[in-house]
């Protein structure tokens, strides 16, 4: 790196690890021209060189305009974009060519600033060769926050390790419909379980020292009819009190650095020229002072899709103007039309002085700017982004995320036992992955490179435990072609039990059957699926209905007739190694369903969050009641709940501070014969509120390991901040007022219903307002089965 210095020998201050991050942005920021500060506002798309011989930028890829890379980054540059995650290169390689476009990016600018580096990161590192994980939906199936952490961690530590700095996770849109293709990105339904969980990634991405970027901020998975970038009708309260919790959660509890704006117009106003949204509530109100970066093109679209601007010069006036530091993915509206916006005086340069001093200090605590700072990590000679501790956390996720909704006896499969697969994601490795995952997002247009991973499909897995296994497709994914049928149900005729695989193909903007782009119509399952399933069932031969999905699809009366049905969320890169292993018992299933599972394909999608209006009632002929509710899951043990108590506040009834704290416990035991883990789950319920509120909402689990015969206390700490809502003036308030807490196995299925009652005057809290409700386990002596 260049060494700077103030012209009497000694070192330039912006290099001076002696002063704070703020005072070295502050001693750099007035030496800078104007083109210099507006180079680091903007990324540029380079793709690494798979030789590792130098990197030039791939932009003819994406964009065909750009100009040459020594004119792009003479002034400096602000971030690259995906060097990894572009195209497949060798781990070594990468980095080398990485390495070799920083030192350019050094030696073409006064300064010597070093390129942020970011890349895709929700299923693992978004590069050749790298561990594939599970999808967020998975996360929240697994209800392990600690483990979803560790994942973050291993992620993190792969990302630095090869030079990147920021990752572009995790997603902490709240599930509203879904029919929405990007369902499978989301987390689950509930912002308390989404926050939680999202907080988790953050922590474990930022320990590894990559900035976690919390997207998309905010509202873009409640748009109209399910449809991507489709307007998004919704109020204020929905948007405080679902969708916005997540992010405040993520930004307190996960420590994140920078957020990305969302695609969608919330009433009329797009987010990324909404300055209320972007500076009023996340800079001013929550006192956030990290990056926001723009979703890719999402600055240029303010003029071509939302027409709220009539040139780039004014795209970015609005952009910056809302609070947008960074344009993403490369250089379009902040580059030459900002500059000369600026000049003629139409954008004030505070802005750009306020957008760039953010993405100085945050280069700074990334160490960009420090003497010492080095292109090339010192071990690059060992890199590898698949490693054994990463896929065992990956398969220990898998594992923890299968979702057993029905048994009739049937599962685990018994030893001896002749097994028909049937299905069209039986034997595609390509059905265990996301649409962010590498080998689904990039590699699918680089078939010569294979997928980079190994990927065992649910055939060759079961393959290893059954003892006599028959496949037949039966139809592909999508299309109409049936033809394949008959042969399935031969094969299923003459097995003792069958296991039918069906579900979706990740891709991207119609390419897929879930996934960016990918928007369905209902919740039928796609092509002729559900013809095979007909068929499939018609045999009487007992059926285990295994779905391999990206969001979940309706259930409704035909599919009764399975003797079991198993929900998988694209499980990752080991994902038919814990599907076998739950399907054979060597693992038993403690998902949870972080979505419910509707039962009407074609009827109005609806979360369990739903006032009682929402719900089944005498005024509507529509009865939206699932299948199975969000939370739901089966074990192959059995748990018994019982003395459920209110600890704190003694009083009966509970007298309960509107700024004080709820203790509740309960007892489960583990009365089956093999090991099993519950998962608790505590649910308010609020009966009067001066606004309609959900009949219930979750504000607390915890997953729960029981030996055969083992007994647990399990104790929640309720904050009566987590019992807070917007109220009739736009403010979040805590109601004096009757509630419950209730302790449910589901959302549907409720074990124990404590009252207590919200005692004070009304008490308004805000963004520093308690945000979780605390677990305690205290095993107890196990308790002998009996003979």
Aim: net charge negative; proline share 7%; charged share 20%.
């Amino acid at each position: 790196m260049r060494s700077q210095s103030l012209g009497d020998g000694g070192a330039a201050p912006w290099r001076d690890q002696r002063l704070s991050p703020t005072e070295r942005a502050e001693a750099l920021l007035p030496k800078m021209s104007l083109e210099e500060k507006i180079a680091q506002l903007v990324g540029v798309w380079v793709g690494a060189e798979a030789s590792g011989e130098g990197v030039a930028p791939h932009q003819s890829d994406m964009i065909s305009d750009l100009p040459p890379w020594s004119t792009v980054i003479r002034h400096g540059l602000g971030q690259l974009t995906r060097p990894f995650g572009t195209a497949p290169v060798d781990p070594v390689l990468g980095a080398r060519s990485l390495a070799a476009s920083q030192a350019q990016i050094v030696a073409a600018s006064r300064f010597g600033i070093p390129a942020q580096v970011h890349e895709e990161c929700l299923t693992g590192f978004a590069a050749w060769r790298a561990t594939v994980y599970p999808t967020p939906l998975s996360w929240g199936a697994s209800f392990d926050p600690e483990l979803v952490e560790a994942m973050a961690d291993r992620i993190g530590r792969s990302m630095r390790a090869a030079g990147v700095h920021q990752g572009l996770a995790p997603v902490l849109d709240v599930t509203r419909d879904y029919r929405w293709g990007r369902t499978e990105e989301t987390i689950g339904e509930d912002p308390y379980l989404v926050g939680t969980t999202g907080a988790a990634y953050v922590r474990g991405l930022e320990r590894a020292g990559v900035v976690a970027t919390l997207k998309h901020f905010a509202g873009y998975s409640a748009s109209r009819g399910g449809r991507n970038l489709a307007p998004v009708p919704m109020g204020r309260r929905e948007l405080a009190d679902v969708i916005l919790p997540p992010f405040e959660m993520a930004l307190r509890l996960g420590g994140a650095r920078s957020v990305m704006n969302s695609y969608a117009e919330i009433d009329g106003l797009p987010v990324a020229a909404d300055r209320g949204l972007l500076t009023g509530l996340l800079r001013d109100e929550w006192g956030f002072t990290g990056t926001v970066v723009a979703d890719y093109f999402a600055v240029r679209f303010l003029q071509t899709l939302h027409r709220v601007a009539g040139d780039a010069a004014d795209a970015a006036r609005l952009a910056l103007r809302a609070g947008i530091d960074v344009e993403l993915p490369t250089v379009d509206a902040f580059g030459e039309p900002l500059v000369e916006a600026v000049r003629r005086g139409e954008v004030d340069e505070a802005l750009i002085d306020c957008a760039l001093r953010r993405v100085l200090i945050q280069k700074i605590e990334l160490g960009l700017l420090d003497e010492g700072w080095q292109e090339l990590p010192a071990d690059v000679a060992s890199l590898r982004f698949d490693d054994e501790a990463s896929q065992d956390i990956a398969v220990r996720l898998a594992r923890e995320s299968v979702v057993l909704l029905r048994n009739t006896g049937v599962l685990p499969l018994p030893v001896a036992t002749r097994v028909a697969l049937v299905g069209p994601v039986a034997d595609d490795p390509m059905a265990m992955l996301g649409c962010y995952s590498f080998p689904n997002h990039v590699g699918i247009n680089h078939s010569d490179f294979g997928l980079g991973v190994d990927i065992p499909t649910l055939r060759d897995e079961l393959a290893r435990r059954v003892p006599v296994l028959t496949h037949e497709p039966g139809c592909a994914i999508t299309g109409e072609d049936t033809s394949g049928i008959p042969a399935a149900v031969a094969a299923v005729a003459a097995a003792d039990v069958c296991v039918l695989a069906v579900g979706d193909r990740a891709g991207m903007f119609g390419r897929g059957t879930s996934g960016e782009g990918c928007d369905a119509v209902d919740l039928r399952l796609p092509g002729v699926q559900a013809d095979l399933v007909r068929a499939v069932l018609a045999t009487g031969t007992p059926v285990v209905l295994v779905l391999m999905t990206g969001r979940p699809y309706a259930l409704g009366p035909e599919f009764d007739a399975a003797a079991a049905v198993v929900q998988a969320f694209f499980l990752g890169q080991r994902g038919g190694q814990a599907l076998a292993e739950v399907l054979t018992g060597a693992v038993n299933p403690s998902g949870r369903l972080p979505v419910s599972v509707p039962r009407d394909a074609g009827g109005l999608p609806s979360t369990y969050l739903a006032p009682p209006l929402g719900r089944r009632n005498k005024v509507s002929s529509v009865d939206p009641t699932p299948a199975y509710p969000f939370g739901h899951g089966l074990s192959y043990t059995t748990f018994e709940w019982s003395d459920a108590t209110v600890v704190e506040p003694r009083d009966d009834p509970a007298a309960w501070p509107v700024d004080g704290e709820a203790r509740v416990r309960i007892t489960v035991a583990n009365t089956g014969e093999r090991a099993g883990t519950e998962v608790v789950q505590l649910y308010l319920h609020d009966p009067v509120a001066q606004t309609t509120r959900p009949v219930v909402r979750l504000i607390g689990y915890t997953r729960l390991p029981l030996a055969p015969g083992e007994v647990a206390h399990v104790t929640f700490g309720v904050p009566a901040d987590v019992a807070s809502f917007t109220g009739l003036t736009g403010q979040r308030i805590v109601e004096p007022g009757d509630v419950e807490l209730r302790f449910g196995r589901s959302s549907g299925d409720v074990a124990a219903a404590l009252p207590l009652r919200l005692v004070g005057t009304e008490r308004q809290v805000g963004y520093e307002r308690e945000l979780l409700t605390s677990v305690r386990i205290e095993p107890l002596v196990a308790v002998p089965q009996s003979a």
